[in-house]
């Protein structure tokens, strides 16, 4: 079935000023001297971030505001009937010396798209509403896409109440308490198929592939699987000096050619959804004099397509043997993450597409490479993603930007899309 977008039903647009206003008033909450933003769960900036949310909902949307059970904040405006809301939204934390628009894009943009129907008289048939999650950055609870898993039943509370803060050691269901959740009941405010007619979030691509394209807009085909894998390797510590060459187990040299081993089965794929990468790599016993005995190191494949993860992990699993054969050494490997591929919803990406269509622009079809919320909303709802681009693929640092007029042709888009969805949804 198509969905069509046809031109004459959009007269809404949104306020471009507006827009970059708003982005730049929530850069303000934690803000450092180098321009970055410092912004995780908890922290003054985050709680200083939810108090400018609120108000802002109440005061330009009048939506009544909510803090669920995983402390993530929540606005909604009704709809003309009683059928399950259209939710749009992303996260407001950031990354420390991250960006400011890493999240706040499709939260803000999420906000405009609200406020632009609401000014130009366009009362929905669904409510309408919007999310901000708590957490989806990695955090000093080591616990990332917090709100997201907690309001869905995909992260167990228990791990929760466990959690405590890398620095300060509170306890990551005080800090949630504290930003108004409540870890203890949230088993009777879990997010069901029920809650949620569908789920829209706009992202910065946090990558070159929109640019290198000379595009503004993508709509996400799938969220990359994520696997990882703990690998230590064990060689034979010995004396640096007296130890000839044919006769070492260099427990860093093996990692070393397992590394790029890596890095040219990822190349041979020439694909730009499959990447590899080895991110930690310690050895023991780190002298100068002592050729290395063993080695630590993590393994984290990123690829959209699990059949091939599944066939890259066979090429890598024999040139390891080959390896640990040439250099007599022992390789032990185990899995710590095995994430699969999450496709965005058919329906959601076709209305998406005719959207841009109408708008008279062009888009790619993309898989995501990094994690969002939106994986944990697959379950319940019809989920879909909007990519804007990121300016020199840069992302989770200072100099992270997106241009206004690509935020814009996003926030265009997400009406017509919301207003399609309106007609077609139950």
């Known amino acids: 079935m198509t969905y069509k977008t046809p031109q004459n039903l959009y007269p809404v647009t949104v306020n471009e000023e507006r827009i970059a206003k708003n982005i730049q008033n929530l850069a303000q909450f934690g803000m450092n001297k180098g321009g970055g933003i410092d912004r995780s769960l908890g922290s003054k900036a985050d709680i200083q971030a939810r108090e400018w949310l609120k108000k802002l909902w109440e005061t330009e949307l009048q939506a009544t505001v909510a803090v669920d059970p995983a402390a993530n904040l929540w606005a909604e405006c009704a709809g003309k009937e009683t059928l399950k809301p259209i939710v749009l939204g992303s996260h407001h934390d950031a990354v420390a010396n991250g960006g400011k628009y890493d999240g706040a894009v499709g939260v803000l943009l999420a906000t405009e798209v609200v406020q632009s129907l609401k000014e130009a008289g366009y009362k929905l048939r669904h409510p309408i509403k919007i999310v901000s999650f708590s957490a989806e950055e990695p955090n000093p609870y080591n616990i990332s896409t917090l709100g997201s898993r907690l309001i869905t039943g995909v992260l167990d509370s228990k791990q929760v109440g466990e959690a405590t803060h890398a ?5 990551l269901s005080e800090t949630l308490k504290r930003l108004g959740g409540d870890v203890a009941n949230i088993a009777n405010h879990l997010l069901t198929d029920h809650d949620v007619g569908a789920f829209l979030e706009c ?7 929109l640019l290198d394209n000379g595009l503004s807009l993508a709509v996400v085909s799938t969220i990359t699987g994520i696997y990882r894998e703990e690998i230590t390797i064990y060689g034979e510590a010995n004396h640096a000096g007296t130890t000839v060459m044919e006769n070492r187990h260099d427990a860093l040299l093996a990692g070393a050619e397992l590394s790029l081993a890596v890095e040219q089965a990822v190349i041979k794929q020439r694909r730009s959804d499959v990447v590899g990468t080895v991110g930690h790599f310690e050895i023991y016993p780190n002298s100068a004099n002592i050729i290395p005995g063993l080695a630590h190191l993590t393994l984290e494949m990123r690829v959209s397509n699990d059949q091939v993860l599944k066939e890259l992990l066979v090429q890598l699993a024999d040139k390891f043997a080959e390896i640990e054969n ?15 591929a999450v496709p965005m919803d058919p329906m959601i990406r076709e209305t998406l597409q005719q959207s841009i269509k109408a708008t008279g622009d062009s888009y790619l079809d993309l898989p995501s490479m990094a994690g969002h919320d939106s994986v944990h909303m697959v379950p319940i709802a019809k989920t879909g993603m909007l990519f804007v681009p ?8 200072p100099e992270e930007e997106t241009r206004i007029e690509d935020i814009v042709k996003a926030g265009n888009v997400l009406i017509r899309t919301v207003i399609a969805l309106d007609k077609e949804l139950d």
């Open 390 to 397: 990121s300016l020199e693929g840069k992302s989770h640092c």
């Open 167 to 171: 620095y300060t050691h509170e306890k």
């Open 203 to 209: 992202h910065i691509e946090q990558g070159r592939r």
């Open 326 to 340: 040439k250099r007599q050494i022992i390789i032990k490997r185990r899995i710590i993450l095995d994430q699969k």
